[in-house]
């Protein structure tokens, strides 16, 4: 009986200490193409089906945004995103998106020239620096994460990136894909390195990247980022060899992705009440029999 105690107060202590679910790692996924309201989504990495719409991309006076870049600060938990050219409020921002509710606070402008926004972002947990891509220059950026504000660090050397993804892994390597090849990018130059060809991808681009817990590398594959509505599949990339998995078909218009923790619900209070309830009959019967 004392053990029987025991097991159920670890019980409790664990779904208060954890908000009664486990912490995983989760997809969360934003549209945004092609100046669509967006809207914030949370994907099946297996197949790319959604699992939960968590609802539309909108500030506190109920006004749109479209994104083209979704990226947790692993070490503060804060989720970015990066608003399209065509994002109705708003382009060309650095903003924060409440994974729970979608809310978006705008931060700031990335203040980089004339129509250059940012097509995705990428965290470096080894520095705690945001990086960004642009397809309207052929430049790799350092982003500010208190204003918005992009510093060039250098040019890519490649042609503009349309859509590209962008993503670091766990040890900070930043790699970055455009319609057809995959790069990695010298962080204090901004060169990009001899490209890796992509292959075996169901359509032509590439405009998302968002690494995984296990370092797998999971990105957005779409027809045309141009078109309306742009038809997409969810993939995987070898960084080794450049090879395509397609998981399978998701979000038309989706143009961002971010792993990161799932939120955390508060336990029923029916499920606290239980537990409680029988905590306090096991040590009423406890009672009891020393009696």
């Known amino acids: 009986m004392k053990r029987l105690m025991m097991i159920l107060m670890a019980g409790m202590l664990l779904l208060v200490a954890t908000g009664g679910v486990a912490q995983a790692d989760t997809l969360y996924g934003a549209t945004g ?77 990335y203040a980089a020239g004339s129509n250059v926004t940012m097509s995705d972002l990428a965290f470096d947990s080894t520095t705690g620096n945001m990086y960004g ?23 890519t050397g490649l042609s503009v990136q349309v859509g590209g993804g962008l993503a670091a892994n766990s040890t900070g390597t930043v790699y970055g894909t455009d319609s057809s090849n995959l790069y990695t990018y010298n962080k204090t130059t901004g060169a990009a390195s001899t490209p890796t060809a992509l292959t075996g991808a ?61 939120v955390a619900a508060v336990p029923e209070p029916a499920t606290l009440l239980l537990l409680g309830s029988g905590l306090a009959g096991l040590a009423a019967w406890r009672r009891r029999q020393a009696a």
């Open 202 to 262: 169901p359509f032509n681009a590439v405009n998302a990247l968002a690494f995984d817990a296990s370092n797998v590398l999971f990105g957005v594959n779409t027809n045309n980022p141009g078109t309306n509505p742009a038809l997409t599949h969810l993939i995987t990339i070898n960084t080794s060899t450049g090879a395509v998995t397609d998981k399978g078909a998701s979000v038309n218009n989706l143009d961002a992705l971010a792993f990161g923790p799932a």
């Open 33 to 109: 193409s092609n100046g669509v309201n967006g809207e914030l989504y949370t994907l099946n990495p297996a197949n790319g089906s959604v699992l939960t719409d968590v609802g539309p991309l909108n500030d506190a006076s109920g006004l749109h945004y479209g994104l083209t870049g979704l990226r947790f600060n692993t070490l503060t938990g804060v989720l970015y995103g990066s608003t399209a050219n065509a994002s109705p409020t708003d382009p060309r921002w650095l903003v924060t998106v409440n994974p729970l509710t979608a809310l978006v606070t705008p931060l700031g402008s």
């Open 133 to 155: 891509v642009s397809g309207q220059s052929g430049n790799f950026y350092l982003i500010n994460q208190g204003t918005g504000a992009a510093t060039a660090i250098g040019s």
